[in-house]
Protein backbone atom coordinates (compact mmCIF):
# COMPACT_ATOMS: atom_id res chain seq x y z
CA UNK A 1 0.00 0.00 0.00
CA UNK A 2 2.01 2.67 -0.89
CA UNK A 3 -0.22 5.38 -2.04
CA UNK A 4 1.98 8.36 -3.61
CA UNK A 5 5.35 8.26 -3.40
CA UNK A 6 7.83 11.16 -3.92
CA UNK A 7 11.25 10.89 -4.87
CA UNK A 8 13.75 11.97 -3.61
CA UNK A 9 12.74 13.20 -0.23
CA UNK A 10 15.56 16.09 0.00
CA UNK A 11 17.44 17.65 -2.41
CA UNK A 12 20.04 20.21 -2.28
CA UNK A 13 20.95 22.50 -5.23
CA UNK A 14 22.88 25.76 -5.86
CA UNK A 15 21.24 28.92 -8.18
CA UNK A 16 20.74 28.09 -11.85
CA UNK A 17 20.82 24.15 -11.35
CA UNK A 18 18.08 21.83 -12.71
CA UNK A 19 16.08 18.98 -11.52
CA UNK A 20 13.18 16.94 -11.59
CA UNK A 21 11.01 15.47 -9.04
CA UNK A 22 9.44 12.84 -9.35
CA UNK A 23 5.55 11.76 -8.33
CA UNK A 24 4.67 8.03 -8.47
CA UNK A 25 0.83 6.85 -7.23
CA UNK A 26 -0.25 3.21 -7.47
CA UNK A 27 -3.87 3.71 -6.33
CA UNK A 28 -5.09 4.68 -10.41
CA UNK A 29 -5.93 8.14 -9.76
CA UNK A 30 -6.68 10.44 -12.76
CA UNK A 31 -6.01 13.62 -10.89
CA UNK A 32 -2.70 14.55 -9.49
CA UNK A 33 -1.23 17.88 -8.33
CA UNK A 34 2.00 19.68 -7.31
CA UNK A 35 1.63 21.97 -4.50
CA UNK A 36 4.60 24.15 -2.74
CA UNK A 37 4.36 24.39 1.03
CA UNK A 38 5.80 27.65 2.85
CA UNK A 39 5.76 28.90 6.29
CA UNK A 40 2.25 30.75 6.86
CA UNK A 41 1.15 30.55 3.31
CA UNK A 42 -0.41 27.03 3.31
CA UNK A 43 -0.35 24.95 0.59
CA UNK A 44 -0.21 26.74 -2.90
CA UNK A 45 -1.24 24.84 -6.47
CA UNK A 46 1.71 25.10 -8.79
CA UNK A 47 0.80 22.26 -11.69
CA UNK A 48 -2.07 19.74 -11.72
CA UNK A 49 -3.25 17.54 -14.45
CA UNK A 50 -6.80 15.54 -15.42
CA UNK A 51 -4.89 12.60 -16.78
CA UNK A 52 -2.46 11.18 -18.61
CA UNK A 53 -0.56 13.65 -21.10
CA UNK A 54 -2.13 16.38 -20.21
CA UNK A 55 -1.49 19.40 -17.65
CA UNK A 56 -2.77 22.85 -16.66
CA UNK A 57 -1.34 25.82 -14.29
CA UNK A 58 -2.10 26.13 -10.78
CA UNK A 59 -1.61 29.37 -8.49
CA UNK A 60 2.17 29.72 -9.13
CA UNK A 61 3.73 27.75 -11.85
CA UNK A 62 5.90 30.09 -12.97
CA UNK A 63 9.71 28.82 -12.96
CA UNK A 64 8.19 25.22 -13.00
CA UNK A 65 7.55 22.55 -15.46
CA UNK A 66 5.92 19.35 -15.43
CA UNK A 67 4.79 16.02 -17.34
CA UNK A 68 2.08 13.23 -17.23
CA UNK A 69 3.63 11.36 -19.59
CA UNK A 70 2.19 7.70 -17.92
CA UNK A 71 -1.33 8.04 -15.96
CA UNK A 72 0.66 6.98 -12.71
CA UNK A 73 3.39 9.58 -12.84
CA UNK A 74 3.50 13.53 -12.30
CA UNK A 75 6.76 15.25 -12.48
CA UNK A 76 7.56 18.57 -11.80
CA UNK A 77 10.74 20.69 -13.40
CA UNK A 78 12.62 23.16 -12.88
CA UNK A 79 14.89 24.33 -15.39
CA UNK A 80 16.96 27.29 -13.85
CA UNK A 81 16.16 26.76 -9.98
CA UNK A 82 16.24 30.07 -7.83
CA UNK A 83 16.69 30.69 -4.13
CA UNK A 84 12.77 31.78 -3.79
CA UNK A 85 12.19 28.08 -4.78
CA UNK A 86 13.55 26.82 -1.44
CA UNK A 87 10.42 25.16 0.01
CA UNK A 88 8.59 21.73 0.67
CA UNK A 89 7.01 20.24 -2.15
CA UNK A 90 4.11 18.20 -1.95
CA UNK A 91 2.64 16.05 -5.07
CA UNK A 92 -1.31 14.81 -4.51
CA UNK A 93 -3.68 12.31 -6.61
CA UNK A 94 -7.19 12.07 -6.37
CA UNK A 95 -9.78 9.93 -8.34
CA UNK A 96 -11.92 11.27 -10.80
CA UNK A 97 -15.63 11.01 -9.71
CA UNK A 98 -18.62 13.34 -10.50
CA UNK A 99 -19.07 14.75 -7.17
CA UNK A 100 -16.58 16.70 -5.48
CA UNK A 101 -16.64 14.87 -1.88
CA UNK A 102 -13.60 12.81 -2.92
CA UNK A 103 -9.92 13.33 -1.04
CA UNK A 104 -6.54 14.39 -2.14
CA UNK A 105 -3.83 11.55 -1.02
CA UNK A 106 -0.66 13.12 -0.72
CA UNK A 107 2.59 11.77 -0.45
CA UNK A 108 5.71 12.88 2.24
CA UNK A 109 7.48 15.70 0.61
CA UNK A 110 10.52 16.72 -1.15
CA UNK A 111 12.36 19.19 0.86
CA UNK A 112 14.05 21.27 -1.76
CA UNK A 113 16.72 23.73 -0.63
CA UNK A 114 18.29 26.05 -3.54
CA UNK A 115 21.43 27.91 -2.63
CA UNK B 1 -14.59 31.86 -5.80
CA UNK B 2 -14.32 29.79 -3.42
CA UNK B 3 -11.57 30.10 -0.14
CA UNK B 4 -11.00 29.01 3.84
CA UNK B 5 -9.95 31.00 6.22
CA UNK B 6 -8.05 29.51 9.68
CA UNK B 7 -8.22 32.06 12.63
CA UNK B 8 -5.24 31.58 14.50
CA UNK B 9 -2.13 30.19 13.01
CA UNK B 10 -1.49 28.76 16.39
CA UNK B 11 -2.91 27.18 19.27
CA UNK B 12 -2.25 26.05 22.35
CA UNK B 13 -4.00 23.68 25.38
CA UNK B 14 -3.60 21.80 27.95
CA UNK B 15 -3.58 17.90 27.58
CA UNK B 16 -6.77 17.00 27.96
CA UNK B 17 -8.72 20.45 27.76
CA UNK B 18 -10.89 20.65 24.29
CA UNK B 19 -9.65 21.51 20.95
CA UNK B 20 -11.17 24.06 19.23
CA UNK B 21 -9.49 25.27 15.35
CA UNK B 22 -11.69 27.51 13.15
CA UNK B 23 -12.11 27.64 9.77
CA UNK B 24 -14.39 29.71 8.02
CA UNK B 25 -15.60 29.42 4.22
CA UNK B 26 -16.27 31.16 1.10
CA UNK B 27 -18.16 29.60 -1.43
CA UNK B 28 -21.39 30.72 -4.00
CA UNK B 29 -22.42 27.31 -3.90
CA UNK B 30 -22.44 24.68 -1.00
CA UNK B 31 -18.83 23.76 -0.50
CA UNK B 32 -17.32 20.29 -0.28
CA UNK B 33 -14.69 20.71 2.83
CA UNK B 34 -12.05 19.05 4.75
CA UNK B 35 -9.72 18.61 7.71
CA UNK B 36 -6.27 17.47 7.07
CA UNK B 37 -3.39 16.63 10.01
CA UNK B 38 0.63 17.39 9.01
CA UNK B 39 2.71 16.02 11.79
CA UNK B 40 6.49 16.98 11.70
CA UNK B 41 8.13 16.29 8.27
CA UNK B 42 5.27 14.02 6.65
CA UNK B 43 2.73 14.98 4.15
CA UNK B 44 -1.06 15.44 5.24
CA UNK B 45 -3.31 12.57 6.60
CA UNK B 46 -6.76 13.51 5.60
CA UNK B 47 -8.95 13.79 9.20
CA UNK B 48 -12.37 13.95 7.84
CA UNK B 49 -14.69 15.48 5.32
CA UNK B 50 -18.00 17.07 5.05
CA UNK B 51 -20.44 15.98 2.23
CA UNK B 52 -23.43 16.90 2.80
CA UNK B 53 -25.16 14.17 4.37
CA UNK B 54 -24.49 15.15 7.85
CA UNK B 55 -23.26 18.44 9.77
CA UNK B 56 -21.77 16.74 12.63
CA UNK B 57 -18.79 14.72 10.69
CA UNK B 58 -17.08 12.06 12.73
CA UNK B 59 -13.25 11.54 11.78
CA UNK B 60 -10.26 9.90 13.10
CA UNK B 61 -8.39 9.99 16.41
CA UNK B 62 -11.32 11.64 18.05
CA UNK B 63 -11.52 14.58 16.23
CA UNK B 64 -15.15 16.51 14.87
CA UNK B 65 -16.13 19.06 12.64
CA UNK B 66 -19.80 20.88 12.11
CA UNK B 67 -20.77 22.41 9.53
CA UNK B 68 -22.85 25.60 9.90
CA UNK B 69 -24.27 27.15 7.06
CA UNK B 70 -25.58 29.76 8.83
CA UNK B 71 -22.01 31.03 10.25
CA UNK B 72 -20.23 29.69 6.93
CA UNK B 73 -17.87 27.90 9.39
CA UNK B 74 -16.40 24.09 9.86
CA UNK B 75 -14.62 24.17 12.99
CA UNK B 76 -12.74 21.42 13.95
CA UNK B 77 -13.03 19.64 17.47
CA UNK B 78 -11.43 17.15 19.94
CA UNK B 79 -12.89 17.15 23.57
CA UNK B 80 -9.80 16.08 25.44
CA UNK B 81 -6.29 17.00 23.41
CA UNK B 82 -3.44 14.50 23.66
CA UNK B 83 0.17 14.95 23.54
CA UNK B 84 -0.26 13.60 20.11
CA UNK B 85 -2.35 15.63 18.67
CA UNK B 86 0.62 18.22 17.92
CA UNK B 87 0.40 18.93 14.76
CA UNK B 88 0.22 21.20 11.98
CA UNK B 89 -3.89 21.20 10.78
CA UNK B 90 -5.04 22.52 7.25
CA UNK B 91 -8.69 22.86 6.08
CA UNK B 92 -9.97 22.49 2.68
CA UNK B 93 -12.36 23.17 0.43
CA UNK B 94 -12.99 21.61 -3.28
CA UNK B 95 -13.45 23.74 -6.02
CA UNK B 96 -15.75 23.10 -8.98
CA UNK B 97 -14.45 23.25 -12.38
CA UNK B 98 -11.65 21.58 -14.28
CA UNK B 99 -9.13 19.52 -11.76
CA UNK B 100 -11.64 20.14 -8.78
CA UNK B 101 -8.80 22.00 -7.33
CA UNK B 102 -8.40 22.45 -3.30
CA UNK B 103 -7.98 25.47 -1.57
CA UNK B 104 -6.29 25.35 1.42
CA UNK B 105 -5.94 27.73 4.91
CA UNK B 106 -2.72 28.73 5.62
CA UNK B 107 -2.94 26.50 8.83
CA UNK B 108 -3.19 26.39 12.49
CA UNK B 109 -0.15 24.55 14.42
CA UNK B 110 -1.32 23.03 17.54
CA UNK B 111 0.63 22.96 20.85
CA UNK B 112 -0.03 20.74 23.44
CA UNK B 113 1.16 21.57 27.05
CA UNK B 114 1.64 18.86 29.45
Known amino acids: NAGVTQTPKFRVLKTGQSMTLLCAQDMNHEYMYWYRQDPGMGLRLIHYSVGEGTTAKGEVPDGYNVSRLKKQNFLLGLESAAPSQTSVYFC??????????????FGDGTRLSIL | AQSVTQLGSHVSVSEGALVLLRCNYS??????LFWYVQYPNQGLQLLLK??????LVKGINGFEAEFKKSETSFHLTKPSAHMSDAAEYFCAVSATGTGNQFYFGTGTSLTVIP
Open chain 2, 50 to 55: YTSAAT
Open chain 2, 27 to 32: SSVPPY
Open chain 1, 92 to 105: ASRIRDRGLNQPQH
